[in-house]
């Protein structure tokens, strides 16, 4: 009898711990009956969001649709893309141009969408260039970059590219202090305290082309500018900077930069470095930077080197910036809908401080500091924080908000996202993610009109998250519904390179906005051939430019003899269709470039020098239509000196002579 | 000993009712979502005022080819017009139609005369643009359907098995010549 009953009891104890076990502990673990059903999106359906997520080392930015998880489109930024001709056709090759010549990559961590009142636009997004510093701007007509701007005196462009809240600047901060680019640079590392600064760069965007310039730069102390996220509302005007490596150390950071218990998030009155501006307090400085921009009319970009920037040195002027101690090696620093909490995160905290903007106000107004650091006021530590959400997990690093009162912090140690309620500073909700959660990501969550609903987690880590692929794998996403109390897994999905900040926007906002194709008619491009019968071939000295025109199923010319050795031939093909979704192709065969995708309407170059004598095939290499594989034509190429004349055809209809014969 | 093992049977059932209630918690999407899907809608559906009309399009603006645009929907075939192409459609107007014994349109409409009126319209149609100065005299084109249509090139004007080319239009998926009379495969 007693022998029974202690089996019952572990057969019981059995049921009960192996209830929770029997959901296995690794991959579905937190996924619940209904996820399928709502992130499913039915075939020919649409998505709910843009998703416009940072492609990291792979230089671009990605974009999907939410709740699906599809992936709608990479659009190339900082890297050349062979797929798109980008940065390898004439015309956008000056879009990577920078001081240091053409750069074929970077680094891409952050997006920011541009907003009006606080609120998302789904006019452009921006992205930072965080190996050679650089912001770019994406259309969200075309989904192209249009423009790249390089930023001077900058290095590690991490804190970057956050926007005010009507898109007055995009803000750049430096991660690398470094001496200025106008400084003899060939100094000692050790001297960084003397030498070495860091600067902040306020990017004008006009108001209606969106336009960038580099309005001023405030040369502040050498320092490591992490994140940064705008005033909004009662706080606009102002911005807000993470720094670490407030030890100005130069070597072994990961110790000597984790020596003090607190670095700061340094509070930027931007409005009163603008009237300074104006006041003509700045200095007009040499630097040398390039600026690139793209036309839609011209279907090419052109770079042009820049030689002065102003800056603002705060050294001058007390009444900029302020220091604010922030535990730990702040890492995200994000401003709530409200603009009235900012919250730091120390990526080696145990803790979530939230400072209130009335009481940095208030703590400014008394002067309630403690001291300086090289000759900024430090803000009270008690005197600017509103209160600290108490042992939320371990390694906070970033934090979005759902319009709703509440916050959501990433832990990238405790490998979980925390929900708490900003005014009562409870966690609500904790969730893990899968694994080593980076950066969050809700719909509007870092303006003053976040969406909701939904919660993207980027972790760093996938291991066994999908099937494998050998040692490199992509980088996981998880998809959260957040309209609930708790948070709910319902997808994961991988990613382009690796994913840092991300953003996303209703699709109504950007879907009615698209570019279909590009009118011929308006096309202004200076090799453009607007119909076949213009099509030719013109020699200037040992340049042959062919004039070509592409249209379902043929190149026009598809024959072209008189080429030489020693020439170099500049293929203008111009996509003749005026109908969505044709692009035609273009590629011939030893070409050390890539193809050209050239869109209806448009005209793109592919420069190609002949390294030997012979016929050379080309092709269209998009699938454009049912007679695509006869879309193609050949190119002789024959020895310098030869006396082939030059020569072109199409069938026997089109104008030029009957090709020659040997 | 016997009661351990019936015990024992019992956990296992026990288990394996825990195991069966997880495997159904596994998350499938609902079936009844999918079976409300809308009938799809192919090319000829998709929503598009900006880029140039395509050879469907172009026909349904025509007020000289209602006849043809009603007997390409009658056939299904309006999908296959919008498609990437590219064509050459030899488009008979009404007044070409109406040349057809009386009764011959309002018979090939119907549900159950489908295939021979697609057989007909194919007819009509070659893939590849074909523009009028590339037609020669005696030339021959293959059509959808698999026969072939003659070309002739006379004075001036051209002709399709006879019937003669008025007008072409180009669209965005090919060319339209139109033709005054109605081309008749010689397969049903
Ligand atoms: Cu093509």
């Known amino acids: 009898m007693k022998t029974k009953l202690h089996l019952a009891m572990i057969a019981g104890l059995l049921a009960i711990v192996l209830l929770p076990s029997c959901k296995p502990k690794d991959t579905s673990s937190a996924v619940t009956g209904d996820a399928a059903s709502k992130s499913y999106v039915a075939p020919g359906k649409y998505d709910e969001f843009y998703n416009f997520v940072s492609g990291g080392f792979s230089g671009q930015m990605s974009c999907y649709g939410l709740p699906s998880g599809r992936l709608l489109r990479v659009i190339p930024v900082f890297a050349v893309d062979p797929e798109k001709g980008w940065g390898y056709s004439e015309e956008t090759k000056p879009m990577l141009n920078t001081s240091h010549g053409f750069v074929p990559w970077d680094d891409l961590h952050h997006t920011e969408m541009s907003q009006t009142n606080g609120e998302v636009d789904g006019r452009w997004v921006f992205g930072n260039a965080n190996n050679t510093p650089r912001v770019a701007r994406i259309d969200l007509t075309t989904f192209r970059t249009v423009e790249i701007i390089e930023l001077p005196n900058s290095a590690g462009n991490h804190s970057s590219p956050f926007i005010t809240e009507n898109t007055e600047y995009v803000i750049a901060g430096t991660r690398f202090s470094v001496p200025s680019d106008n400084a003899d640079g060939d100094v000692a590392i050790n001297t960084y305290k003397q030498n070495f600064k860091g600067y902040l760069s306020f990017i004008s965007v006009g108001k209606d082309d969106g336009k960038m310039d580099i309005a001023f730069q405030l040369a502040c102390p050498g320092v490591n500018f992490d994140l940064s996220h705008a005033g909004k509302g009662k706080s606009h005007g102002w911005f807000f900077f993470s720094c670490y490596n407030t030890e100005q150390a130069n070597s072994l950071l990961e110790v000597n930069a984790s020596q003090r218990d607190k670095d700061f998030i340094m509070a930027v009155n931007w409005k009163k470095a603008e009237e300074y501006i104006k006041a003509g307090k700045g200095k007009k400085v040499p630097a040398k930077y390039a600026h690139n921009t793209y036309s839609d009319a011209t279907h090419s970009a052109t770079s042009e080197m820049k030689t002065d920037v102003m800056v603002l040195d705060t050294k001058e002027f007390t009444d900029i910036c302020y220091m604010i101690p922030c535990p730990k090696s702040p890492h995200g620093c994000d401003v709530d809908p409200t603009g009235e909490y900012i919250v730091g995160s120390g990526k080696l905290a145990a803790l979530i401080p939230v400072f209130s903007f009335d009481k940095v106000q208030a703590a400014i107004a008394n002067k309630a500091f403690d001291g300086q650091f090289d000759g900024i006021n430090v803000i009270k530590y008690e005197a600017a924080l509103y209160g600290e959400v108490k042992k939320p997990g371990l390694g ?83 998809l959260f519904d957040i309209s609930g109390e708790k948070m709910q897994m319902i997808l994961d999905f991988p990613t382009i390179g690796e994913p840092h900040y991300a953003q996303a926007a209703p699709a109504d906002l950007i879907r009615k906005n698209q570019v279909k194709i590009f009118k011929i008619d308006e096309n202004k491009h200076a090799y453009v051939t607007k119909g076949e019968k213009e099509s030719k071939v013109v020699r200037e000295g040992n340049k042959v430019h062919v004039y070509m025109t592409a249209i379902r199923s043929h190149f026009s010319p598809d024959n072209i003899e008189g080429v030489k050795m020693g020439d170099e031939v500049y293929f203008h093909v111009t996509n003749l269709e005026q109908d969505w979704d044709v692009p035609h192709g273009f590629a011939i065969k030893g070409a050390i470039n890539a193809e050209l995708l050239i869109m209806p309407g448009e005209t793109a170059t592919l420069k190609w020098i002949p390294e030997k004598v012979g016929i050379f095939p080309m092709y269209c290499t998009d699938f454009c239509s049912a007679l695509h594989q006869e879309m193609q034509g050949y190119i002789r190429v024959s020895p310098a000196g030869s006396n082939v004349p030059l020569m072109f055809s199409l069938g026997n209809t089109i104008d030029g002579k009957a090709p020659a014969t040997k | 000993m016997k009661k351990l093992t019936s015990l024992f049977a019992s956990m296992v059932v026990c288990l394996s009712l825990l195991l069966g209630a997880c495997s159904e918690e596994k998350a499938t999407p609902d079936p009844q979502a999918e079976v409300s899907q809308p009938a799809p809608v192919g090319q000829s559906g998709v929503s598009d005022d900006v880029s140039q009309k395509d050879i469907v399009k172009v026909a349904v603006g025509s007020k000289d080819h209602t006849t043809l645009v009603a007997a390409l929907k009658a056939a299904d075939y309006v999908d296959v017009l919008a498609n990437a192409g590219p064509f050459t459609v030899f488009a008979p107007t009404n007044a070409a139609f109406a040349k057809l014994p009386a009764g011959t349109v309002e018979d090939l409409v119907k549900p159950e005369k489908k295939e021979t009126l697609r057989n007909i319209l194919e007819y009509h149609v070659s893939v590849g643009v074909y523009k009028t100065e590339q037609f020669t005299d005696g030339q021959m084109l293959d059509q959808a359907n698999s026969e072939k249509v003659k070309i002739g090139v006379k004075d001036g004007k051209i002709t399709v098995n006879g019937a003669t080319i008025i007008a072409s239009v180009p669209a965005a998926n090919g060319i339209i010549h139109v033709i005054d009379g109605v081309l008749l495969p010689q397969t049903k």
């Open chain 1, 396 to 478: 906070p690093l970033h934090t979005e908000f759902d319009g709703k009162g509440n916050a959501y912090t990433s832990f990238f140690v405790s490998s979980e996202v925390v929900k708490w309620n900003i005014k009562d500073l409870k966690v609500l909700d904790r969730v893990p993610t899968f694994y080593s959660v980076g950066h969050l990501c809700v719909p509007g969550g870092d303006s003053k009109k976040p969406f909701g609903k939904y919660l993207i987690a980027y972790n760093k880590i996938t291991k066994d998250r999908f099937l494998p692929t050998g040692p490199e794998l992509s980088q996981s996403a998880q």
